[in-house]
């Protein structure tokens, strides 16, 4: 008999680790808990939408986003990404950034109407980003508007 461990990449460890910072400072923050998504990803997003006709409503915001919301949070889907590096260049021309069409897409694929839809982004020696829906007219120190011709601002 041959034993394996599975163990995963160090880029899923650095993503997986940054999910759980993030649901641990959700949970400090809202005195609730936040926890990963087992697997994370979305279970119910894309070609997986037609799983949401067989869960209940609990189930279905468990297997929305990354992170599994508090009680008092039904309507938070939440997708987090921690990469090396990010172009923040391309913030200020009016091209499109292939990579958070990406990552919209993915938060976007799994929301519900009503949801708050949030990308949690952390980039190696640039720091902590939030990227949210423009129309939701959030109060923000600072802030680059960005405009996807398929998603909006």
Known sequence: MILTT????PSKAKGSGWERDVAKHLSTM??????????????VGGTNKSRKEFLHE???R???GDII???????????????KDFPFHQLLGSNEIKILEKWIEQLLDA??????????????HKGKYIATNASLDLAATR????HSTKYGS
Do not use: T, W
């Open 69 to 83: 919301p508090g009680e008092s949070f039904p309507k938070l889907n939440v997708e987090c990404k921690f990469y």
């Open 62 to 64: 468990a297997f929305k």
């Open 143 to 146: 802030h680059v508007d960005y």
């Open 58 to 60: 609990g189930q279905i």
């Open 30 to 43: 809202y005195n609730e808990q936040f926890i990963r998504a087992p697997g994370s990803g979305a279970y």
């Open 111 to 124: 929301a519900d109407d009503g949801d708050f839809n949030i990308l949690i982004m952390k980039f190696n």
């Open 6 to 9: 599975s163990m995963s990449s």
